[in-house]
Nanobody, 116 residues
């Protein structure tokens, strides 16, 4: 059974920074993608950033230049460094793992609140 455990959310003022972490445990295949999604109240869940085990990354246009996704493959951990936060970044952030084939897993979510 694969589990994802997130940490690092919280309350921050606009212009501040936060770093989210997500560690996967269980049987993790060598080729995979770890990603961060977010869901704001009344909105659909959206992709924020993703990084493959091979190192490729992609970002939502709204966070390019402000957020950085990185990972430690040896630890099965993905990070999201969020800088220059704005109130529109307020959401529950979810870690996601694509573990090959049809295997998708989600973390429990961590709240990020940016005050103006």
């Amino acid at each position: 059974q694969v589990q994802l455990v997130e940490s690092g959310g919280g309350l921050v003022q606009a212009g501040g920074s936060l770093r989210l972490s997500c560690t996967a445990s269980g049987i993790i295949f060598r080729v995979n993608t770890m990603a961060w999604y977010r869901q704001a109240p009344g909105k659909q869940r959206e992709l924020v950033a993703a990084r493959t085990s091979g190192g490729s990354a992609n970002y939502a246009d709204s966070v390019k230049g402000r957020f950085t996704v990185s990972r430690d493959n040896a630890k099965n951990t993905v990070y999201l460094q969020m800088n220059s936060l704005i109130p529109e970044d307020t959401a529950v952030y979810y870690c996601n793992l694509w573990n090959g084939g049809l295997q998708y897993y989600w973390g429990q979510g961590t709240q990020v609140t940016v005050s103006s």
